[in-house]
C-alpha cells in the first residue's frame, strides 16, 4: 500500500534520548526533509522523480525539527519552512540538485517509489500538525516542543497538558452487488462535484464519536447512497496525509439497488460491472474518458482486489 511502507525505524526510543537525538541532529551524515506550505521538496528526474533530502541549514534550531527515525543507520528530521523567506528557502535550494522544487504529494506521490512516498507522506504530516497547532486546547497558553518533535507541551505550569499528532480515522468502501442470472456483479462507485471530470472511485467518509468501524461503513453507504449494506470485513488501511487521516479499507455487501444519491455528499453514483471498468483509466491521465481513483491510494487498491475476485469477470453466478 502506498505511503504505508514500514522500513524506516521510527525509533521511538530515541525521542526521550536528548543527548542522542541533539548528537544525530548534528550529524552531517543526517538527512533533512523540508516541507513548506505542505509540499516536499522533489527533484524532476527520468524515469521517475525523487524525495530531496539536505544537510541541516545552519539557522534551524533543534526545536523547530521533527525526529522521522533512520532510514538504516541514518537519521532522518523534518521541518517545516512555510515561514520562511524567500532567501531562507533560496538556501534549501543551494544545497539541492538541479531541477528541484517545492511539488505537492497530491500531484508527484503515484510517481514516487513507496520508499521515499512514506517518508515523506510521514513528514508532511507531521509537520502540517505543527504549523496548526500553536496553542494549548486547554488553556490557550503556547506550546513547547518535545519528544523529538512529537509531543507539544503547554508552558503554562499550572496546565502543562501535553497535546500528540492527531490522526483523524475514516473509513473507505466498495460495495458489491452479488452476480444474478441476468447480470454481472457489479460495484458501487460515485463522484465528488469536486474531482476532475469521469472520476469515479469507493464511497469514503469520517469515523463519529460511538460508532464502530462497521458501523461507520454501513451509515456513510446509505447516507450517501441510500443501497443499504451488510457483511462488512475490512481489508486494509493507508496513510493519507491530507492532511491527516488514517483510511481503513473495507468490502461490504449491498442489500439494495436503488442509488438515491446525496447531492451534498456526490454528484452522481452508478453500479459498474469489472467488464466496464476494464476502459477506465486512472485519475491523472491526459486521456479523456471515465477513471478510476489515483493509483497511489486506497480507493484504487481496493477497485483492483475486486476486479480479481474470479467471481467478478462472469455473468454467470457461482
Same mark, same amino acid.
Given at each position: 500500500?502506498?505511503?504505508?511502507?514500514?522500513?524506516?525505524?521510527?525509533?521511538?526510543?530515541?525521542?526521550?534520548?536528548?543527548?542522542?537525538?541533539?548528537?544525530?541532529?548534528?550529524?552531517?551524515?543526517?538527512?533533512?526533509?523540508?516541507?513548506?506550505?505542505?509540499?516536499?521538496?522533489?527533484?524532476?528526474?527520468?524515469?521517475?522523480?525523487?524525495?530531496?533530502?539536505?544537510?541541516?541549514?545552519?539557522?534551524?534550531?533543534?526545536?523547530?525539527?521533527?525526529?522521522?527515525?533512520? !532510514?538504516?543507520?541514518?537519521?532522518?528530521?523534518?521541518?517545516?519552512?512555510?515561514?520562511?523567506?524567500?532567501?531562507?528557502?533560496?538556501?534549501?535550494?543551494?544545497?539541492?540538485? !538541479?531541477?528541484?522544487?517545492?511539488?505537492?504529494?497530491?500531484?508527484?506521490?503515484?510517481?514516487?517509489?513507496?520508499?521515499?512516498?512514506?517518508?515523506?507522506?510521514?513528514? +508532511?504530516?507531521?509537520?502540517?500538525?505543527?504549523?496548526?497547532?500553536?496553542?494549548?486546547?486547554?488553556?490557550?497558553?503556547?506550546?513547547?516542543?518535545?519528544?523529538?518533535?512529537?509531543? +507539544? +507541551?503547554?508552558?503554562?505550569?499550572?496546565?502543562?497538558?501535553?497535546?500528540?499528532?492527531?490522526? !483523524?480515522?475514516?473509513? %473507505?468502501?466498495?460495495?458489491?452487488?452479488?452476480?444474478?442470472?441476468?447480470?454481472?456483479?457489479?460495484?458501487?462507485?460515485?463522484?465528488?462535484?469536486?474531482?476532475?471530470?469521469?472520476?469515479?472511485?469507493?464511497?469514503?467518509?469520517?469515523?463519529?464519536?460511538?460508532?464502530?468501524?462497521?458501523?461507520?461503513?454501513?451509515?456513510?453507504?446509505?447516507?450517501?447512497?441510500?443501497?443499504?449494506?451488510?457483511?462488512?470485513?475490512?481489508?486494509?488501511?493507508?496513510?493519507?496525509?491530507?492532511?491527516?487521516? %488514517?483510511?481503513?479499507?473495507?468490502?461490504?455487501?449491498? !442489500?439494495?439497488?436503488?442509488?438515491?444519491?446525496?447531492?451534498?455528499?456526490?454528484?452522481?453514483?452508478?453500479?459498474?460491472?469489472?467488464?466496464?471498468?476494464?476502459?477506465?483509466?486512472?485519475?491523472?491521465?491526459?486521456?479523456?474518458?471515465?477513471?478510476?481513483?489515483?493509483?497511489?491510494? %486506497?480507493?484504487?487498491?481496493?477497485?483492483?482486489?475486486?476486479?480479481?475476485?474470479?467471481?467478478?469477470?462472469?455473468?454467470?453466478?457461482?
Amino acid at each position: 500500500m502506498h505511503y504505508a511502507n514500514p522500513s524506516l525505524d521510527r525509533a521511538d526510543h530515541l525521542r526521550k534520548d536528548d543527548a542522542t537525538l541533539e548528537r544525530m541532529f548534528n550529524d552531517s551524515q543526517t538527512r533533512f526533509f523540508p516541507v513548506y506550505r505542505g509540499d516536499s521538496l522533489i527533484q524532476s528526474t527520468q524515469p521517475a522523480p525523487a524525495a530531496v533530502a539536505i544537510n541541516k541549514p545552519n539557522d534551524l534550531p533543534i526545536s523547530k525539527a521533527i525526529f522521522l527515525g533512520l !532510514d538504516n543507520t541514518i537519521a532522518c528530521f523534518a521541518f517545516s519552512c512555510s515561514e520562511y523567506t524567500n532567501e531562507q528557502r533560496q538556501h534549501i535550494f543551494d544545497q539541492a540538485p !538541479d531541477n528541484t522544487d517545492f511539488i505537492s504529494l497530491r500531484t508527484i506521490g503515484p510517481l514516487l517509489n513507496n520508499h521515499e512516498g512514506s517518508i515523506l507522506a510521514y513528514a +508532511k504530516a507531521l509537520t502540517g500538525w505543527h504549523d496548526t497547532i500553536k496553542f494549548c486546547e486547554l488553556c490557550g497558553s503556547c506550546l513547547t516542543t518535545t519528544g523529538g518533535g512529537h509531543v +507539544k +507541551k503547554c508552558i503554562n505550569s499550572d496546565c502543562a497538558h501535553l497535546q500528540f499528532p492527531r490522526t !483523524d480515522p475514516a473509513v %473507505i468502501m466498495l460495495v458489491e452487488r452479488a452476480a444474478t442470472a441476468d447480470a454481472p456483479a457489479m460495484c458501487l462507485l460515485g463522484r465528488n462535484r469536486q474531482w476532475p471530470d469521469g472520476v469515479f472511485s469507493t464511497l469514503a467518509g469520517f469515523v463519529e464519536p460511538g460508532e464502530s468501524l462497521e458501523h461507520a461503513v454501513m451509515r456513510e453507504v446509505y447516507e450517501e447512497s441510500r443501497i443499504k449494506t451488510s457483511n462488512v470485513r475490512y481489508l486494509g488501511s493507508q496513510p493519507w496525509p491530507f492532511p491527516r487521516s %488514517i483510511m481503513l479499507g473495507f468490502i461490504a455487501t449491498a !442489500d439494495s439497488t436503488d442509488i438515491q444519491i446525496d447531492p451534498h455528499e456526490l454528484e452522481e453514483a452508478h453500479w459498474f460491472s469489472a467488464e466496464q471498468l476494464k476502459d477506465f483509466g486512472t485519475w491523472g491521465d491526459e486521456d479523456e474518458g471515465p477513471k478510476l481513483p489515483r493509483s497511489d491510494s %486506497i480507493a484504487h487498491y481496493l477497485i483492483n482486489y475486486w476486479l480479481e475476485t474470479p467471481s467478478n469477470m462472469s455473468n454467470d453466478p457461482e
